[in-house]
């Protein structure tokens, strides 16, 4: 019988400013990948058994009734002592993985500066800005454990936050997005393929792009295409210009900017605008400002497309609301929960997109047959983990 093991780290892509792992840091990230797929499934199997044996019956016991939303849920699951072990060696799994990627990062800095500088020095499609202020909400945590957060350096012109991030990706989601941790974009690409496959988007705007990772593929996909990605963070934007200079996407400029204010791209001047796993790093007051934002540059006809994890709905278990929201409360993801829960329907609408226009879809991230050779399409997803997202999106309508 095939076990479900996943791919070694050996298996990652090592592209040309990649962080180059010993034998001893590569053990570390194959313990910590199968480690959180035992926890996601073995261990994690137990929150529930603990939930309608020991947890729901005294609630209902104590209360008369059940749960009214996931937050009750999480207090008395809080209680348990089963979840409070599987809680305790998660969050400690995501520092590990954050102190082995920084480790190793930071051991090669010097090296690894070389090489992204390189790539860097004297080209137009990297154009940071000093005095862009961090938003405050960016700055007051560090997002899933990342010393620093996307913007933290160790000495001027850094690039270690973007190089930690990279580092460790293929372990986090145990290969799941590919040995270039570019599922994401690749799925943007396979999906816009099927809907519109004979659209070439002129200009193509990726908020929050991080390390790239995500708009390689499309840059890529559509070479003719005038291809921007923004990010708040100086760290990681140097790090992901030179990761997309090394891998061919020559074609993208790479901009520091918040994506509050756009205002130095006219109105209608992109024909797609995306994000992938980025609203739910959002604030509840700059995520509608971001959207509103992105419909004003997007021209008619354009798409905008969101991935993300589901919305919670009335359709959603409570169970599986409270599961999910696990990354809100233990793993530094204060937005997640909130936004969640937002109607992000009415959101758009509110931005200018008009409910007709509107659509959500499963997106699956297209899977690496040279790491997984027998992968099953369509696998369970893993609260976040999975190359399986819910894709929320509009085609603006014609003027």
Known sequence: MKQ????????????A???????????????LTAFNKYLSGSIGAGNRIAYDTRVLPAFQADHGRDPQDRFEIRDAMNQDPWHRYWSALKRNSMEMRQQNGRSITLRQIDELSAKVRQYNEGRETLQLDPSLPIPHYMDVVDIHCMPGNYQGEERPGDMSAGANYDSG???TTAGGLGALSDGGGQALVEWVRKERPDWKPRRILDLGCTVGHNIVPLALAFPDAEVIAIDTGAAVLRYAHARAQSLGATNITFIQMNAEDMSRFPDGHFDWVQTTMYLH???????????AESERVLAPGGLMFH?????????????????RDWDAFNNNEPYW????????????EDAGLPRDCQFTARVLAVVDRTIFPAAAEGAEEDHGRAAAWNAYGAWKPEA
């Not at 400013?17 to 570390?28: G, I, K, L, S």
């Not at 790093?281 to 959207?291: F, H, Q, T, V, Y």
């Not at 991935?307 to 599961?323: A, K």
Request: glycine content about 2%; charged content about 20%.
């Open 4 to 15: 479900d093991v996943p791919p070694p780290y050996t298996a990652v892509a090592q592209h």
């Open 17 to 31: 400013v990649f962080p180059q792992p010993t034998h001893d840091e590569a053990a570390r990230y194959n313990f």
């Open 169 to 171: 990706l293929f372990a």
């Open 281 to 291: 790093e959002l604030s509840g007051k700059a995520l509608p400002k971001i959207i």
């Open 307 to 323: 991935l993300e994890q589901p919305q919670y709905s009335d359709d959603m278990p409570l169970y599986e609301q409270f599961i």
């Open 337 to 348: 929960s909130a936004m969640h829960a937002l109607d992000l329907k009415q959101v758009m």
